[in-house]
Antibody, heavy 124, light 106 residues
Framework: EIQLVQSGGGLVQPGGSLRLSCAAS????????MDWVRQAPGKGPEWVGR??????????EYAASVKGRFSISRDDSSNSVYLEMRSLKIEDTAVYYC???????????????WGQGTLVTVSS | DIQMTQSPSSLSASVGGSVTITCRAS??????LAWFQQKPGKAPKSLIY???SLQNGVPSKFSGSGSGTDFTLTISSLQPEDFATYYC?????????FGGGTKVEI
């Protein structure tokens, strides 16, 4: 089973940038898709974006609310995934989780393991 | 976008009892439906994928069913550790939306 440990996060001013990291252990990430999900205070989870595996050319998808501002990357050699956030807005304030995905029998990917979460606060 | 609607938003139950939570998708999601448990201050925990398949290590007291646009999560033999908020999520179409959550309280 994959264990995901996150780092990064903290307080940043509106318009600023921040990079979150997610390091995996226990199993290689190679076959997994990796996602970022956020949760604003008192709200439900919101999907942020996904990066596919090498077999799918590491392509990415993003929620409309972050497209053009956030970027997901991965380094399978170090078993890590990253979320680069730019032009941050107050409404980006949330706990951010990384999550691994695996294939179901229909070849669609579902969430299996989650990181512990890291708080990002956007405030002046 | 596919909207996921859960009901009820909260419910009260007793230790030893059972509960059923409903999740409705705004359009067909081809059984690409997952359920998660979340406790306060903790990351979500994956329970079920593909409507009814249990994640590794999840006890059989959790069960999922449904098809098309209507799905349910049933939890039997409720224990104190089962009191939490439960979310459904569709992974058929972007964006991968979650339901609004159901808080299961004592």
């Amino acid at each position: 089973e994959i264990q995901l440990v996150q780092s990064g996060g903290g307080l940043v001013q509106p318009g600023g940038s921040l990079r979150l990291s997610c390091a995996a252990s226990g199993s290689p990430l190679n076959d997994h898709y990796m996602d970022w999900v956020r949760q604003a205070p008192g709200k439900g989870p919101e999907w942020v974006g996904r990066i596919r595996n090498r077999a799918r050319a590491y392509t990415t998808e993003y929620a409309a609310s972050v497209k053009g501002r956030f970027s997901i990357s991965r380094d399978d050699s170090s078993n890590s995934v990253y979320l680069e956030m730019r032009s941050l807005k107050i409404e980006d304030t949330a706990v951010y989780y990384c999550a691994s995905e695996f294939r179901d029998i229909s070849d669609y990917y579902y969430f299996d393991n989650w990181g512990q979460g890291t708080l990002v606060t956007v405030s002046s | 976008d596919i909207q996921m609607t859960q009901s009820p938003s909260s419910l009260s139950a007793s230790v030893g009892g059972s509960v059923t939570i409903t999740c409705r998708a705004s359009q067909a999601i081809n059984n690409h439906l997952a359920w998660f448990q979340q406790k306060p201050g903790k990351a979500p925990k994956s329970l079920i994928y593909a409507v009814s398949s249990l994640q590794n290590g999840v006890p059989s007291k959790f069960s999922g069913s449904g098809s098309g646009t209507d799905f349910t999560l049933t939890i039997s033999s409720l224990q104190p550790e089962d009191f939490a908020t439960y979310y459904c999520q569709q992974y058929d179409t972007y964006p991968l939306n979650f339901g609004g959550g159901t808080k299961v309280e004592i």
